[in-house]
């Protein structure tokens, strides 16, 4: 069963025999939403956060890559997809691309534009559909960028990271390009409200490859050492304190 969703979005939504959302997606090129955006929103963008971008370099310029990073506050996920030459496609929530009125079009045209895929990450399916949403786009020779800690950081330190990031590189074979955003959480406190203007880093570091442990994604033990192992590259990147729990389980505390 498909359905678009509406005038918003171009992104088209199919839904299989598992209730997992099968999305196409937009094209890209410089005639795409994306260039659109980049090229109307992003001067913009670069005056309001003055971006020091360093190591782009890094990010192969085709075949599929994983930028796996921090998450500090709601901007990150503005910042990072205008300041990579590539399109960034990456899981939201689906209240991102569903809100009422102007604004919740102007978002939803925005986000979806930018390479958001809208994904209910409620319930026991919603991992999965997140999951299996990465490794289509990374199948597909794209760019998918992941917040491996799963949500963003309660108090600007770096969390235990999910190992989702393993399972995605140890299935489809793409290299990861951990990053690490700087100074976001100092210009959008808590995440929420209007930014203000201010300068932010963003670091990309050397791509890891763990052809290594092929075949082994569902050793728990590889996929645990293969997370670390990014989480430990966020780190020096970004220079923060490290703690070994869940994010998710700091903020219920």
Same mark, same amino acid.
């Given at each position: 069963?498909?359905?678009?969703?509406?005038?918003?979005?171009? *992104?088209?939504?199919?839904?299989?025999?598992?209730?997992?959302? !099968? /999305?196409?997606?937009?094209?890209?090129?410089?005639?795409?939403? =994306?260039?659109?955006?980049?090229?109307?929103?992003?001067?913009?963008?670069?005056?309001?956060?003055?971006?020091?971008?360093?190591?782009?370099?890094?990010?192969?310029?085709?075949?599929? *890559?994983?930028?796996?990073?921090?998450?500090?506050?709601?901007?990150?996920?503005?910042?990072?997809?205008? *300041?990579?030459?590539?399109?960034?496609?990456?899981? &939201?929530?689906?209240?991102?691309?569903?809100?009422? &009125?102007?604004?919740? !079009?102007?978002?939803?045209?925005?986000?979806?534009?930018? &390479?958001?895929?809208?994904?209910?990450?409620?319930?026991? %399916?919603?991992?999965?559909?997140?999951?299996?949403?990465?490794?289509?786009?990374?199948?597909?020779? /794209?760019? =998918?960028?992941?917040?491996?800690? &799963?949500?963003?950081?309660?108090?600007?330190?770096?969390?235990?990271?999910?190992?989702?990031?393993?399972?995605?590189?140890?299935?489809?074979?793409?290299?990861?390009?951990?990053?690490?955003?700087?100074?976001?959480?100092?210009?959008?406190?808590?995440?929420?409200?209007?930014? !203000?203007?201010?300068?932010?880093?963003?670091?990309?570091?050397?791509? $890891?490859?763990?052809?290594?442990?092929?075949?082994?994604? %569902?050793? !728990?033990?590889?996929? %645990?050492?293969?997370?670390?192992?990014? $989480?430990?590259?966020?780190?020096?990147?970004?220079?923060?304190?490290?703690?070994?729990?869940?994010?998710?389980?700091?903020?219920?505390?």
């Amino acid at each position: 069963m498909c359905a678009t969703h509406g005038i918003a979005s171009n *992104v088209l939504t199919c839904t299989d025999s598992y209730g997992i959302h !099968r /999305r196409t997606f937009p094209t890209e090129g410089p005639l795409s939403r =994306f260039a659109l955006i980049k090229a109307t929103l992003g001067p913009i963008m670069r005056l309001m956060f003055r971006p020091q971008v360093e190591g782009a370099e890094n990010i192969p310029g085709d075949g599929p *890559v994983i930028l796996a990073g921090n998450h500090l506050t709601f901007i990150d996920s503005m910042i990072l997809p205008l *300041v990579c030459d590539r399109q960034v496609f990456f899981i &939201g929530k689906d209240e991102y691309v569903t809100g009422e &009125g102007l604004k919740g !079009r102007l978002m939803a045209w925005f986000f979806t534009g930018v &390479g958001m895929i809208p994904v209910d990450r409620d319930g026991g %399916r919603g991992g999965v559909a997140a999951l299996m949403t990465g490794r289509r786009v990374l199948e597909e020779g /794209r760019v =998918f960028g992941i917040y491996p800690e &799963g949500t963003r950081s309660p108090d600007g330190r770096l969390y235990r990271g999910r190992t989702g990031i393993a399972r995605l590189t140890l299935m489809t074979g793409a290299p990861v390009v951990p990053f690490a955003m700087i100074g976001t959480d100092k210009l959008q406190p808590g995440g929420a409200g209007l930014p !203000r203007p201010g300068k932010v880093t963003v670091r990309f570091g050397e791509a $890891m490859e763990f052809s290594r442990y092929e075949g082994m994604d %569902r050793d !728990r033990y590889v996929l %645990r050492a293969v997370t670390d192992s990014v $989480m430990t590259e966020v780190m020096r990147l970004s220079g923060q304190e490290y703690v070994d729990m869940y994010a998710s389980k700091a903020k219920a505390a």
